[in-house]
């Protein structure tokens, strides 16, 4: 499948990453992302040997959706320096098993990682933990399924995943966490689906969008006809 590019400029590039493909390599020594990345840099611009090309941020193996990555090293600066101000908006969607109560709401939760199991738990206070939050909207719901939109406050791993879980709507699909396999949804039903930042040369605010896939929906809409 050939690289999506979403947004290019002197510093940045931003790509939509399918579910499956690792973001980065990691031990398997699978192709990545950012090896797809390089390459394309290499290619368009006639480089010679190697690309740089930095990592910003990363997606779990099984979800999809909009990645940033920098192409110099000034570029890699400034964006950085928002990550850690959080001034970078992420925008997430999923598709979920039941419904949230409250329908819209904050969930915020203390969370570790179980580097064995490579999952992260919701426990109570009173050791290693961090804080996870994210805010969501239920979109749609037939009681059995949800569309949620989610705005993360916080980046700890596997955040939306963990939480959903907790409250009992986990992604359709993570059945690392509880939920179903579902036909037609591939990798997990979370996807990074939009991501805003201010421009490294104007200052000025970009975003970029990926929309869910079509199939979320009328999953709802059947299962509600049903």
Not at 18 to 45: C, F, H, N, W
Not at 154 to 173: D, E, F, N
Request: glycine fraction near 8%; hydrophobic fraction near 35%.
């Amino acid at each position: 499948m050939p690289l999506e590019v979403l947004y290019e400029d002197n510093h940045l590039i931003a790509v939509y990453k399918p579910a499956g493909l690792l973001t980065q390599k990691d031990k398997t020594g699978d192709m990545s992302l950012l090896d797809e990345v390089r390459d394309y840099l290499i290619k368009k611009y006639h480089k010679p040997g190697n690309a740089f090309v930095g990592m910003l941020h990363r997606l779990d193996r099984p979800v999809s959706g909009i990645v940033l990555f920098a192409k110099t090293s000034k570029g890699a600066s400034r964006l950085s320096e928002q990550f850690r101000n959080r001034t970078i908006r992420k925008t997430y969607h999923c598709l979920a098993r039941g419904s949230p109560r409250p329908l819209n709401g904050v969930l915020k939760n203390y969370v570790v990682k179980d580097h064995s199991a490579n999952k992260t738990g919701v426990v109570n206070t009173g050791g290693k933990e961090e804080v996870a939050e994210l805010a969501y909207e239920t979109q749609l719901t037939d009681g059995h399924y949800a569309l949620l939109k989610i705005l993360l406050k916080t980046g700890k791993s596997h955040q939306i995943r963990s939480q959903l879980a907790y409250i009992g709507c986990p992604i359709i699909g993570d059945v690392k966490y509880g939920a179903p396999l579902v036909c037609d949804i591939n990798g997990i039903a979370l996807i990074a689906s939009e991501l805003s930042f201010n421009s490294t040369i104007s200052g000025k605010r970009i975003t970029i969008t990926a929309p869910y896939p079509d199939n979320w929906v009328k999953l709802i809409k059947q299962h509600a006809k049903s």
